[in-house]
């Protein structure tokens, strides 16, 4: 257990709708990133927030957009789904992720599996 | 930009046999290392990493050394198990505050008894 949670584990919705992945980073870990894993693309880095300001961002869709609260957990929320947003979506946290260089692991959620049909 | 490229695989061998998956990286600066492994079913987990040159990192049984020269971070195991059957997916981060991880594309194992 690597002390990041996700929630839902599964998520089924229709195309055109809007659904909201959550995430709880392990305690004391200030960055939040997260990934979506699919089978054409393969893991790839969508956007990072740092103590509740965005740091990074990636390969991410105008329709999807994220947020970091003041608790620091973090929700990505997915709009207007098409049929090619069917992927598992990995939140990971890491200490640092700020201003400063540092070599700290990001340890993984068990991810949330999107299926838009 | 960074980039990883391993062994795609699938790669199949019978318990006991030994394993190398390799995985080689083009990056600025001193990136860190990174090999993660994938259960069926499960997310991500860190199996180990290395952040300079000729650190090895291990793990289980599990070791890759961070070679600069050749820009490589191959995963050996000498003796593998039915139970590491899994994807195994090589990464790298940027130094600075580049802290994204770039993964490769990953390689699936499986281990017959």
């Known amino acids: 257990d690597s002390g990041v949670t996700q929630t839902p584990k599964h998520l089924i919705t229709a195309t055109g709708q809007r659904v909201t992945l959550r995430c709880s980073p392990r305690s004391g870990d200030l960055s939040v990133y997260w990934y979506q894993q699919s089978l054409d693309q393969g893991l790839q880095f969508l956007i990072q927030?740092?103590?509740?300001?965005?740091?990074a961002k990636g390969n991410i869709l105008e329709r999807f957009s994220a947020q970091q609260f003041p608790d620091l957990h973090s929700e990505l929320n997915l709009s207007s789904l098409e049929l090619g947003d069917s992927a598992l979506y990995f939140c990971?946290?890491?200490?640092?992720?700020?201003?400063?260089?540092?070599?700290?692991?990001?340890?993984f959620g068990p991810g949330t599996r999107l299926t838009v049909l | 930009g960074n980039s990883v490229t391993q062994m795609e695989g699938p790669v199949t061998l019978s318990e006991e046999a030994f394993l190398t998956i390799n995985c080689t990286y083009t990056?600025?600066?001193?990136?860190?290392l990174f090999w993660y492994v994938q259960y069926p079913g499960e997310g991500l987990q860190l199996l180990l990493k290395?952040?300079?040159?000729?650190d090895k990192g291990s793990n289980k049984g599990f070791e890759a050394t961070y070679r600069k020269e050749t820009t490589s971070f191959h995963l050996e195991k000498g003796s593998v198990q039915v139970s590491d059957s899994a994807v195994y997916f090589c990464?790298?981060?940027?130094?600075?505050?580049?802290?994204?991880?770039?993964f490769g594309k990953g390689t699936l194992l499986t281990v017959n008894p």
């Open positions: 290395a952040t300079k040159a000729d």
């Open positions: 990464a790298l981060s940027g130094g600075g505050s580049n802290y994204k991880l770039t």
């Open positions: 990056a600025t600066g001193y990136p860190s």
């Open positions: 927030y740092y103590n509740g300001e965005e740091r």
């Open positions: 990971a946290s890491s200490v640092g992720g700020g201003h400063l260089p540092t070599r700290d692991t990001q340890y």
